[in-house]
């Protein structure tokens, strides 16, 4: 396969959105439902929340996963899932860059 094939796979994957489908039988959907406001928002919380911990997705994106606005509404939600981000020097210089940004903005 050449070189373009493999980009064009790559990005291919990048920008489709992906639809999850999960079978609950009826009586524990029933549950569930009464539990959470919005069980679709806490079944993909919860799986950021995981892919975080495992290191598979960093805080940026999960930020964009979950359509949030900033960094620290993503911080935010690990937090009230019990997983506490470490930020890579990556993501702290962009922090960094962030506040500079904003400082500027309103000066």
Not at 67 to 85: C, D, F, I, N
Not at 100 to 106: S, T
Request: negative net charge.
């Amino acid at each position: 396969m050449a070189f373009l094939d493999l980009l064009e796979d790559a990005i291919w994957h990048i920008f489709i959105p992906m639809t999850l489908t999960v079978d609950i039988p009826d009586d524990l959907a029933a549950e569930l439902g009464v539990g959470f406001q919005n069980l679709g928002r806490a079944a993909l919380e919860a799986l950021a929340a995981e892919a975080y911990s495992k290191e598979v997705l960093s805080l940026e994106q999960i930020r964009r996963m979950l359509g949030l606005s900033s960094l620290w509404e993503a911080q935010a939600m690990l937090s009230r899932h019990g997983v506490w981000p470490d930020q890579s020097a990556e993501e702290i210089l962009a922090d960094a860059r962030r506040s500079f940004e904003f400082r500027q903005a309103i000066a």
